[in-house]
């Protein structure tokens, strides 16, 4: 049962799966990278008085840092999904999604990756704003 489950996270799955364990890793690092800095910022703001409208800029590293962890848990790149993409191979390699049917659903599910990431930005913003 392990083995087939290894096997089935090891393989392309049109708007389901296009990365492996090395692409999954990186957007995790990038996820907990956004969140740091975030967190950061946003103590830095609170402590040195920072004027409310610059808490916007928190939009930034949380929108990156939802966008790892989205990536990671979905074991799915939005960048290779819109570029037509999947690597279960080192960082870096790639091959192409030849199907214009798959091309069409990872495209969907790179969207759906963006637009949460950047709905989650925005009211981390909002928050940070009126805090």
């Not at 390699?93 to 969207?111: C, F, I, L, M, P």
Request: charged share 15%; hydrophobic share 50%.
């Amino acid at each position: 049962m392990n083995i087939q489950k290894q096997n089935v996270q090891n393989q392309y799955i049109s708007g389901s799966c296009n990365i492996g364990q090395e692409e999954t890793k990186r957007r995790l690092g990038h996820g907990w990278l956004g969140l740091v800095v975030a967190f950061i910022l946003f103590l830095l703001f609170v402590l040195f008085g920072v004027p409310a409208i610059w808490r916007l800029t928190i939009f930034f590293p949380v929108a990156i840092s939802a966008s790892g962890f989205l990536q990671a848990k979905n074991r799915f790149c939005a960048y290779f999904g819109l570029k037509g993409t999947y690597n279960f191979d080192s960082v870096g390699a790639g091959n192409s999604v030849e199907r214009a049917e798959d091309r069409a659903h990872d495209r969907k599910k790179a969207w759906q990756i963006i637009l949460i990431s950047i709905l989650i930005g925005f009211l981390a913003a909002l928050i940070a704003y009126f805090l």
